[in-house]
């Protein structure tokens, strides 16, 4: 039988979902959001979206947390970010029959739904999905263009082109861009510095101590530095917390990006990495190489034209490259023209010191 009962994390996710609810907070705005969504319509979409590091995969697990009838499913978990994949994951949770379509999965579920009960899926990481093994103008994961009441999926991306996304939606939906919230996102890294600092570190006058500034200057210099960036800042707290006990770098070197924690620079590196896909051609190398040696240089925004001139490659062909590397990247509108940064300083630096 079809069931909507209480659901677990899946043991294969389990391990994922620790990660991002540990030491964790909660983002109320983001949760007054979805749920205001969920109040409004009877089904739908609702699409988290925020550069790398910005907490989509936290807010997921946590929502997850507190909401534990929600099926969930990460794609960055390895193997898990096919289709068939997918399915067979909502299969066995729901006791459906092997084979059945998910649209018909979904029906099902809904029309054993008691009135103004929801059933919802989270799926984490849709950027990571692999869409090029699935029938060409699919959505991701074959997700329902439309969805029967009661249904709702609650998903987590990187930004994205639109033309690009992979998805025909004809339901309800919501993209919520965490960009569009610095003062909310600014005030939720400061509560997360003060729960770090007071949890881990063991007193209250250890950065005092240690690097001969109060704790609210600190905590002020950290912010600014992070750019609304969670990982970054959780990065760098480990780093201080682990200076603390070993006495090896100065405030100073932390900052620093020639002294990056080793899991920042990893992950910086798996950034590039997907930046200069292997199988791309020369042409592309060269071309992406001088983009990206503009974007490198300049920390103020640019735009396609802009980089076009300076590097002699087409408007086109810079655009193209910009569009591929969209996750990586911040948009800006200035004076009306679309004009393009990477999406963290401290990437920039890395980048700088690794000499790409």
């Known amino acids: 039988p079809i069931t909507a009962n209480t659901i677990r994390v899946l043991p294969e996710f389990q391990q994922k979902h620790q990660e991002k609810t540990t ?6 705005f983001v949760f007054t959001a979805i749920n205001n969504f969920l109040n409004r319509y009877d089904r739908g979409y609702f699409t988290i ?3 790398p590091g910005s907490g989509k995969s936290t807010i997921l697990a946590r929502y997850i947390t507190e909401n534990p009838e929600t099926f969930y499913y990460s794609a960055i978990v390895s ?4 289709a068939e994949e997918f399915l067979k994951a909502i299969t066995t949770q729901v006791e459906a029959v092997d084979g059945t379509s998910l649209q018909i999965i979904l ?3 809904s029309d054993q739904l008691q009135p103004n009960q929801k059933f919802m899926i989270a799926i984490d990481s849709l950027d990571a999905i692999d869409y090029t093994i ?11 263009r439309y969805l029967p009441k009661g249904i709702y999926f609650l998903l987590a991306r990187r930004p994205f082109v639109k033309e690009k996304s992979g998805l025909l939606i004809e339901a309800p939906s919501q993209y919520f861009n965490l960009k569009d919230y610095s003062e909310e996102n600014r005030q939720d890294i400061k509560t997360y ?23 609210e200057e600190f905590i002020k210099q950290l912010i600014d530095r992070s750019e609304n960036n969670f990982m970054y800042v959780s990065q760098i707290l480990t780093a201080i917390k682990n200076v603390y006990y070993s006495d090896k770098l100065s405030l100073t070197d932390i900052f620093n990006s020639k002294s990056l924690p080793a ?3 990893a992950y910086y590196q798996q950034h590039l ?21 503009i974007l490198i240089k300049n920390s103020s925004p640019v735009s396609v034209e802009e980089i076009s001139e300076i590097i002699d490659v087409d408007e086109y062909d810079v655009e193209e490259i910009l569009e591929d590397w969209i996750e990586f990247l911040t948009v800006h509108q200035i004076n009306g023209e679309i004009r393009y940064s990477l999406y963290h300083s401290s990437f920039r630096n890395w980048l700088i010191k690794v000499k790409i």
């Open 23 to 28: 030491n964790s907070i909660a983002r109320k």
């Open 49 to 51: 979206v925020g550069s």
């Open 193 to 215: 510095i003060q729960q770090y600092i007071k949890e881990f570190l063991p007193s209250p006058s250890v950065i005092q101590e240690r690097f001969g500034i109060n704790q």
């Open 79 to 82: 193997g898990k970010n096919r």
């Open 263 to 265: 899991d920042l620079e």
């Open 273 to 293: 990495t997907k930046m200069f896909p292997a199988e791309q051609g020369e042409d592309f190398n060269s071309n992406a190489q001088a983009v990206l040696n």
């Open 134 to 144: 699935q029938a060409v103008g699919s959505n991701l994961f074959y997700l329902p």
């Open 107 to 109: 029906q099902q579920i």
